[in-house]
């Protein structure tokens, strides 16, 4: 059982002028449906970065209103995309990119508890990252797990990021992961 996410991004920086996620931003896997966010979306996002399972590796419980700002945030900034099982219009999770640095983004996502392990992270993680590579090409894609999520390191591993270091943030072990473009 799919029991963590990786460790959600910080508040969103001033540093990019352009939205990663364009508004046409739209692309089909097998199973899945992964778009840019929209407005109307921000209420379901919001409700699986409130939930406390989900949280597990993100430092705890967040209000709802909390979940609210920084999904209607992240919305706004063009840095998350809603994913959703093909055929079915309910959003089961997101993944979020944000340029952090010069030639440096950094992947987040999360998922609905009913969603976990059933490979929906691999996939949508995999797809983005992919269809991102041209117009990103010579970036670095980093990516932060507590060193005790064990499913996101593994799920990192297999979509070729290789483990750099481990640091203490947030008050835990982190393990950061990182991928050429």
Not at 94 to 103: A, I
């Amino acid at each position: 059982m799919w029991t963590g996410f990786i460790a959600e991004l910080s508040p969103p920086h001033e540093f990019p002028e352009f939205a990663i996620f364009d508004t046409q931003f739209a692309l089909r896997t097998a199973r899945l449906l992964i778009s840019k966010a929209k407005s109307p979306d921000v209420p379901a996002l919001a409700a699986i970065w409130a939930d406390a399972d989900v949280r597990r590796y993100l430092g705890g419980s967040i209000s709802r209103d909390e979940a609210l700002a920084r999904v209607d945030s992240r919305v706004a900034a063009g840095q998350l995309c809603a994913v959703r099982l093909y055929g079915n219009d309910r959003i089961i999770g997101c993944v979020v990119l944000e340029e952090v640095r010069p030639l440096e983004l950094e992947v987040s996502y999360l998922f609905n508890v009913d969603a976990w392990g059933y490979g929906y992270a691999t996939e949508s993680v995999s797809a983005v990252v992919e269809k991102i590579r041209d117009r990103f090409n010579g970036y670095e894609v980093v990516a932060k797990t507590q060193a005790a999520n064990l499913p996101s390191r593994r799920l990192l591993s297999r979509l070729g990021f290789r483990m750099e270091q481990e640091i203490i943030e947030f008050g835990e072990p982190q393990a950061i992961f990182r991928q050429r473009l």
